[in-house]
């Protein structure tokens, strides 16, 4: 099976109550306990690549890894950028291989905005590829994305209708309180279903998209913790409440900060349990055991999308 696009999946997706997971991928351990997890538990996955993960391993190393996860799956896997902030990104991506782009031009006003997403569109449709924008602004801080708490701004419910009839996207990420990063809040946990459930009023079976929904598991901000990394007051998002919105609108969950926390933790424990070693496979094993457990749990209790490929 080829590489796909997300069309298929969200629409099996939102008929069935369930979100697919779209995991941000910088390796080649991390990729193979994604879909080894993803194998296991036959489930549909979206491997997304951001700006960051592109200058630190090439697309070129990262497109054939992704690849190579296909071809020994044989599961429907999406490669999709995260988080593209120009036109000419996306048609890089779009050339070569990527069947699914993110224009994020929520920094813009609203008409720019649109004007930005229409060209990637355009472009992309021409090739058989899919687009995924964003409006609203999410906070936080995750590779080049920086929005500031006081610059974050929810997405308005009666925008949404004029902005994908006029662009032509295919699934739209909405800002409804989470944010990117492993401090997500400050205090109680809250996300707007409101603003969910209104802009799933005006565009029926549409997908919706969540970014900054990593739950920043506590086991593992302890585990770093306990062996020598700091992360005081790391906060994600309740996993009840991204099963909720996995059940309604939201087709799309993007998880990264939980993969990086696993990979870290599994790596600390490592080395403050086994000084001795220096050789790369030995504690990378266990960063790639703990990515697979990590992704196992998401897709079964938190996604819903286990049993779904």
Same mark, same amino acid.
């Given at each position: 099976?080829?590489?796909?696009?997300?069309?298929?999946?969200?629409?099996?997706?939102?008929?069935? %109550?369930?979100?697919?997971?779209?995991?941000n991928?910088n390796?080649?351990?991390?990729? !193979?306990?994604?879909?080894?997890?993803?194998?296991?538990?036959?489930a549909p996955?979206?491997?997304?690549v951001s &700006?960051?993960?592109?200058?630190?391993?090439?697309p070129?190393?990262?497109?054939h890894?992704i690849?190579?996860?296909?071809?020994?799956?044989g599961?429907?896997?999406?490669?999709?950028?995260?988080?593209?902030?120009?036109?000419?990104?996306?048609?890089?991506?779009?050339e070569?291989?990527?069947?699914?782009?993110?224009i994020?031009a929520? &920094?813009?006003p609203?008409?720019?905005?649109?004007?930005i997403? @229409?060209? /990637?569109?355009?472009?992309?449709?021409?090739?058989?590829?899919?687009v995924?924008?964003?409006?609203?602004?999410l906070a936080?801080?995750?590779?080049?994305?920086?929005?500031?708490d006081?610059?974050a701004?929810?997405?308005?419910?009666?925008?949404v209708?004029e902005?994908?009839?006029r662009?032509?996207?295919?699934?739209?990420?909405?800002?409804? %309180?989470? &944010?990117h %990063?492993?401090?997500?809040f400050?205090?109680?946990? @809250?996300?707007?279903?409101?603003?969910?459930?209104?802009?799933? !009023?005006k565009?029926?079976?549409?997908?919706? /998209?969540?970014h900054?929904?990593?739950? /920043?598991?506590?086991?593992?901000?302890?585990?770093?913790?306990?062996?020598?990394g700091?992360m005081?007051?790391?906060?994600?998002?309740?996993?009840d409440?991204?099963?909720?919105?996995?059940?309604?609108?939201?087709?799309k969950i993007?998880?990264?900060?939980?993969?990086?926390m696993a990979?870290?933790?599994?790596?600390r424990?490592h080395?403050?349990?086994?000084?001795?070693?220096f050789?790369?496979?030995?504690?990378?094993?266990?960063?790639?055991?703990l990515?697979?457990?990590?992704?196992?749990?998401?897709?079964?209790?938190?996604?819903?999308?286990?049993?779904?490929?």
């Amino acid at each position: 099976m080829p590489l796909v696009t997300s069309t298929e999946m969200f629409k099996k997706a939102y008929d069935g %109550g369930y979100a697919i997971g779209a995991f941000n991928v910088n390796n080649m351990e991390t990729i !193979q306990g994604i879909v080894s997890a993803a194998k296991e538990e036959n489930a549909p996955l979206i491997l997304q690549v951001s &700006s960051g993960a592109r200058k630190y391993a090439n697309p070129i190393y990262l497109r054939h890894l992704i690849e190579a996860a296909v071809e020994d799956t044989g599961l429907p896997i999406v490669m999709h950028l995260d988080h593209g902030d120009t036109f000419e990104l996306c048609k890089d991506c779009i050339e070569n291989g990527f069947t699914s782009v993110m224009i994020d031009a929520s &920094s813009h006003p609203f008409e720019e905005n649109i004007k930005i997403t @229409k060209k /990637v569109v355009e472009y992309a449709h021409d090739h058989g590829v899919v687009v995924e924008a964003e409006l609203g602004k999410l906070a936080g801080i995750e590779d080049d994305v920086k929005v500031k708490d006081a610059d974050a701004a929810y997405t308005d419910p009666d925008q949404v209708e004029e902005f994908v009839g006029r662009t032509g996207v295919d699934s739209l990420a909405i800002a409804i %309180g989470t &944010s990117h %990063g492993a401090y997500k809040f400050k205090g109680e946990p @809250k996300l707007r279903f409101d603003i969910l459930e209104k802009v799933a !009023q005006k565009l029926p079976g549409f997908p919706i /998209v969540l970014h900054g929904a990593s739950s /920043v598991i506590p086991e593992y901000a302890k585990t770093i913790e306990q062996y020598g990394g700091s992360m005081p007051g790391a906060k994600g998002v309740p996993e009840d409440l991204l099963r909720k919105a996995a059940s309604m609108a939201v087709c799309k969950i993007n998880i990264d900060s939980d993969l990086r926390m696993a990979f870290t933790a599994a790596v600390r424990k490592h080395f403050a349990e086994n000084p001795t070693h220096f050789d790369p496979r030995q504690y990378l094993t266990d960063a790639r055991a703990l990515i697979k457990e990590c992704v196992k749990h998401k897709l079964v209790n938190v996604l819903g999308c286990n049993g779904k490929a």
